[in-house]
């Protein structure tokens, strides 16, 4: 049984998706909206075609590309649905269920090196690659160019990457020591796990607060406070300074002595921060689980499935939940209220089963169970990415990466760089709050004139 509404509609608008009209809520990303009207395959992998399906919701992986109003490779968990929007999939002929290329898995069952086929003759090597040229990809260019937009810079005391808590917690208080502080988030909505957390969560004395509450707490602070918010704005680069004046690799990051340019990629251009001080609350990721089938749709991250739950959308009426930590058990339990079956937590499963999407899985110990969903909680590892190239130690710790920051106040190598919350390893919100409040002190300290 594939994922389904169990909320009611508030705001409805419509969407064709493959010709097909789906109903969705506005605003809410349109990967949920798909995977409410029962649809879990959205599009095929780029070689042999094999079904894929969006797992994390985050934009962390790439199952969830689909064409969207002429634009190809869009990340349908980060679009907001509106009314009119015309949604394709991408690189099949046929249909996302029944695509004819997936005979290519079927032609090489052990596998094809494309690289070397036919090349004993010139001509026919031509029309191979022709062919293959075809059949992988994913997607056809723009209906139309997208127009030329300037790109405004900004000069300001903080930029925070990064609007979950700790985020939040930081600009509100560098902002309300009279510092120019911007807050930018690639979420479609600001709060971090907060806003899809699938539990009740105790904070400041309070043991029943929803995680949306307490993240609309911490948005009005820092609204309040005088901080800019931006959601939908991710971060997706940052420069050293003396790259611009010529191009020489300049100073180590301990001795900069002008601030680095932030590249902020909202939906209607590029910005350039310079700030004076980066705060980076970026968070954790999580990994994959190695199994057969671990690709189907139908097997997500605890994460995703929180989402899902949060958008009023159940992953699945019978899941498989495997791993283990407390994302994964409150997510147990919010989707036994909501009237789901769950299995588990299981340490490891062996294999997913179904043709295009999950239908069942076999645990290591053999043991099998029917289900419409494998909801997945691997290791996390920090988001560490933005913080190495502004000059933070980056560390393997064997199960995933972490940056190297003091766990009292975020301190790095990088002088003008703090990193605060999960992205430093806290490992509960009152400690990332803890660390995030004397952070932004310091930080408040150090441009005070």
Known sequence: MPARRIEPIRDRVRLEVDGERVEAERGEPVAVAIAASGRLVLGRSV???????????????????????????????????????????????????????????????????????????????????AVAR???????????????????????????????????????????????????DEEPRLGGSLAWWPGPIAHEGEKSLRGVELAARFIERARDAGAALHARAPAVGIYDPWEDAGGAAGPAPEVRRAPPVVCVDDPARLHRYRP??????????????????????????????????ASGV??????????????????????????????????????????????????????RHACDAIVVAPPSSAVYELAAQAGVRVRWSGAGYELEADPADGRTAALDVRVVGGAAGTSSL????????????????????
């Not at 001080?277 to 749709?297: I, Q, W």
């Not at 994964?328 to 009237?339: F, N, P, V, W």
């Open 47 to 129: 070689k042999y075609h094999r079904p894929r399906g969006a797992a994390c919701y985050s934009g962390r992986c790439d199952g969830c590309l689909m064409r969207v109003d002429g634009r190809q490779s869009v990340m349908t968990c980060r679009t907001p649905a509106e009314d009119g929007m015309v949604i394709e999939t991408q690189n099949v002929v046929g249909s996302a269920e029944h695509d004819l290329l997936a005979a290519t898995d079927w032609f090489y069952p052990s596998g094809m090196n494309h690289h070397e086929m036919f090349t004993w003759n010139e001509q026919v090597n031509r029309v191979m690659q």
């Open 134 to 184: 075809r059949v992988a990809g994913v997607g056809t260019l723009p209906d139309a160019p997208a127009p030329r937009v300037a790109s405004p810079e900004h000069a300001l005391d903080v930029l925070v990457v990064g609007g979950g808590p700790a985020g939040l917690h930081a600009a509100a208080i560098c902002a309300s020591r009279g510092l120019e502080v911007a807050l930018v």
């Open 276 to 309: 004076r001080r980066l705060v980076l609350a970026t968070g954790r990721n999580r990994g994959a689980e190695a199994f057969e089938g671990s690709d189907k749709p139908g097997v997500v991250g605890v994460r995703g499935a929180a989402i899902l739950l």
């Open 314 to 367: 159940l992953v699945g009426e019978r899941v498989v939940l495997v791993g283990e930590g407390s994302e994964l058990e409150a997510l147990a339990l919010a989707l036994k209220q909501a009237g789901a079956e769950v299995v588990g937590p299981v340490s490891a499963v062996r294999r997913a089963r179904g043709r295009t999407s999950v239908t069942g899985c076999e645990l290591e110990s053999g043991e």
């Open 430 to 449: 009152a400690e990332a709050l803890a660390q995030a409040e004397r952070a932004a002190v310091a930080v408040a300290e150090e441009l005070a004139p």
